[in-house]
């Protein structure tokens, strides 16, 4: 936030945007890094209003359409983002899905 890198990253991120992503954009990106930190003055890209430095603020290196993009967040507004982001695509009938496991260790019925 503020504009600093985090120390683990070697390439300068992406440059700010001067637009708004549409809601398709936003539940086409897929998440890469993510930071969380004070706000950094930033407008929310889920619900517009600036995260300012008073803020808990989280920002996410996305993928979107093969460019990277840098997304800020407000908490409950990346929750929000997190949970209408599309879901992957439907496997086959016939691959078998993930072991459920009971709270008791046995397998359901």
């Not at 990253?9 to 549409?22: F, M, N, Q, V």
């Not at 936003?26 to 998440?31: E, K």
């Not at 930033?42 to 300012?52: I, L, M, Y």
């Not at 990346?78 to 459920?100: L, N, S």
């Amino acid at each position: 936030m503020n504009r600093s890198a985090p120390a683990d990253r070697s390439t300068p991120g992406p440059e700010p945007r001067g637009t708004r992503l549409t809601v398709a954009a936003l539940r086409r990106a897929v998440p890469i890094k993510m930071w969380g930190g004070k706000g950094c003055g930033a407008a929310c890209d889920f619900c517009r209003v600036v995260v300012s430095q008073s803020d808990v603020e989280y920002e996410i290196e996305a993928e979107l359409d093969t460019q990277r993009v840098t997304l800020h967040f407000h908490p409950r507004c990346h929750d929000a983002w997190k949970a209408g982001r599309e879901p992957p695509a439907e496997r086959p009938a016939d691959e078998p899905g993930p072991a459920i496991e009971q709270a008791d260790g046995s397998s359901p019925p």
